[in-house]
Structure formats: structure tokens, C-alpha cells
């Protein structure tokens, strides 16, 4: 946790110490009257927080925010095929902290339909583990989440967001890797709004394929080694931003 986020409406109120935020900052940076930390407002601003007073029910803050804003979330949106519940907590933390803008969660042909009824889909379930993710990266600003039954499902929603239409569409796809030697990189050039698609753990099937194909999306390699989904999809995140950035 390299910034300690908290919501508008917690700013000048004392912090719980049962609250996971507090432990940190006593268990972790085992802090003291008079310390500071790094501090941010969920999409705002950041600053620093001074530690007024410690007691056995709660920590008191003074905050001292600025109109400094972290790095913004990258043009780039992810369509995921459902993993299980317990890695789909790992990604949403980890494309968080990389700062991909929003992520489209489908249910797959070869993936489990029951996953989403998870509790992560309940209450806004999957919000902590972005804050976790922006909390890593230094960062306030959040992606946004949303889910879809079907991959076709998925590629309706994102036809409906605001904003550009993407000028990007690559599904990554290890059908790809083996017909194209290494599968490495992108064939050719990228540009924002980008937006990738990652199967579920037993990938993509050929209707799924041929789908994202009649939409023109570009079929893309991440090596020849078969990965985990987790680390397919922050893989791919950073390699686009990296084809982005060129």
C-alpha cells in the first residue's frame, strides 16, 4: 500500500482501528503521533495525512490535500472471460494498480456460468479490490466494472459506452502463439482507445473466435507458453500500454 485511499466523505473523520487501513498503518508503518502518510480521495486528489492522536477505539487524522492528481487511468479497456471467483479478485487488483480504465467481465462458452452469481457481484462486491490495486499504484482513480452473460453480451456493451469508439481490438488467443512461431507483440500498429480481450481458463472456442473476427477485432499471441489467466491479463495490459506508448 503505497497511498492510503479513502472516500470524500471520510475525509476529517477519525479512523476505526479495526479498520484494515488503520492496522496498517500501526502494524505495517507502525506509525505514531505526529507521522505522516501518503494519502488520496477516491477519484480526487492526494496529499498527506498527519496522525493526531491514537486511542483504543481509533485513529485521528489531520489531512492536507492538494489539487496534485496521480496518473490517469490509460486508454485502454479489458474484456475478460470469467475466471474463478478467487482469481478474478487478483486481476480486478492488479489491472487497478497497472490503470486500465475499465474491465468488461463475460461468462465463456467453456467457462462456468455459476460464477456470476458469486458475492463478488454482489454489492459492488469487486470495489475493494480495486481500491487495493490504486492503493499499490500510488493512484485514486478507479476502474470501472461491469458484467456480461455471454461474450456477444460483452461486445454489445462495450459498443454502448461513451466516448471513442475503439481504434483497437485485439483478443489474445493461444491458437495464435502456435501457428505464429514466438506469437509475440502486435503485427501491427496500435492505437488508443484500445481495448483486449483474455478467455477464461480453458480459453476461447471456435464460435467465440470466429465472433470477435466478424466485429474485426485482430487475433494477437503472448508467447508460446500456455499462462494462467491472471498473468495473461495484466501481461497483456502492459503490453499495451507499452505498443501505446511508442
Not at 148 to 160: I, P
Request: hydrophobic share 45%.
Amino acid at each position: 500500500m503505497n497511498r492510503v485511499l479513502f472516500a470524500p466523505q471520510e475525509i476529517g473523520k477519525p479512523l476505526a482501528r479495526t479498520d484494515h487501513r488503520a492496522q496498517h498503518m500501526l502494524r505495517i508503518l507502525k506509525l505514531q503521533p505526529g507521522n505522516s502518510v501518503e494519502v488520496g480521495v477516491i477519484e480526487a486528489g492526494v496529499g498527506r495525512a498527519t496522525v493526531r492522536s491514537i486511542d483504543d477505539r481509533e485513529i485521528a487524522l489531520d489531512f492536507e490535500l492538494s489539487d496534485d492528481l496521480p496518473p490517469a487511468l490509460l486508454p485502454i479497456t479489458c474484456l475478460l472471460g470469467h475466471p474463478r471467483p478467487i482469481v478474478l479478485k487478483r486481476i480486478l487488483r492488479d489491472l487497478s494498480a497497472v490503470g486500465v480504465a475499465r474491465v468488461v467481465v463475460c461468462a465463456t462458452e467453456l467457462g462456468e456460468r455459476s460464477y456470476l452469481c458469486s458475492k463478488l457481484w454482489q454489492a459492488d462486491g469487486w470495489r475493494r479490490y480495486l481500491i487495493e490495486g490504486a492503493e499499490q499504484a500510488g493512484a485514486t482513480a478507479l476502474p470501472r466494472v461491469h458484467s456480461a452473460r455471454s461474450v456477444a453480451h460483452g461486445l454489445d456493451l462495450l459498443d454502448q459506452f461513451d466516448g471513442a469508439a475503439p481504434r483497437t481490438r485485439l483478443f489474445f488467443d493461444e491458437a495464435t502463439a502456435s501457428t505464429a512461431g514466438t506469437g509475440f507483440g502486435f503485427a501491427a500498429r496500435v492505437e488508443a482507445p484500445l481495448v483486449y480481450a483474455v478467455g477464461s481458463e480453458r480459453g476461447w472456442t471456435a464460435a467465440e473466435r470466429t465472433l470477435f473476427h466478424k466485429r474485426a477485432w485482430r487475433s494477437v499471441g503472448l508467447g508460446p507458453r500456455v499462462l494462467r489467466v491472471e498473468t495473461a491479463a495484466v501481461a497483456a495490459a502492459v503490453m499495451c500500454a507499452s505498443a501505446l506508448a511508442e
